[in-house]
Nanobody, 128 residues
């Protein structure tokens, strides 16, 4: 099994920035996809950024131009740089990964049948 651990959440004012990290207990050396998701109280979980082993990246419209997903293979770590944060970004943020080789990019987005592994989340609060 793979363990994912998120960190970097916190409380910032609107307009501020945070960088989330997701460390994997195992290095992914073959086909995989990973992503960041968030869930605010009373709302459904939202996919906000995804990346795959081929370098395909996709963002939700709500974060496009403000958030950047990246990965450091040497550290088995995925990041989410979040800029120009607003109150609508307040949520629990989760990272997820899938190594079954069943996710693929098509029509400008990543397609997958659920994610295989999930972290426990890191809380982001935007408040003045």
């Amino acid at each position: 099994a793979v363990r994912l651990v998120e960190s970097g959440g916190g409380s910032v004012q609107p307009g501020g920035s945070l960088r989330l990290s997701c460390v994997s207990s195992r290095y992914f050396d073959s086909w995989y996809c990973m992503g960041w998701f968030r869930q605010a109280p009373g709302k459904e979980r939202e996919e906000i950024a995804t990346i795959d082993s081929q370098g395909f990246i996709n963002y939700a419209d709500s974060v496009k131009g403000r958030f950047i997903i990246s990965e450091d293979d040497a550290k088995s770590t995925m990041y989410l740089q979040m800029n120009r944060l607003n109150t609508g970004d307040s949520a629990m943020y989760y990272c997820a990964a899938d190594t079954r080789g069943i996710c693929y990019a098509r029509d400008g987005r990543l397609h997958y049948n659920g994610m295989q592994y999930w972290g426990k989340g890191t809380l982001v609060t935007i408040s003045s």
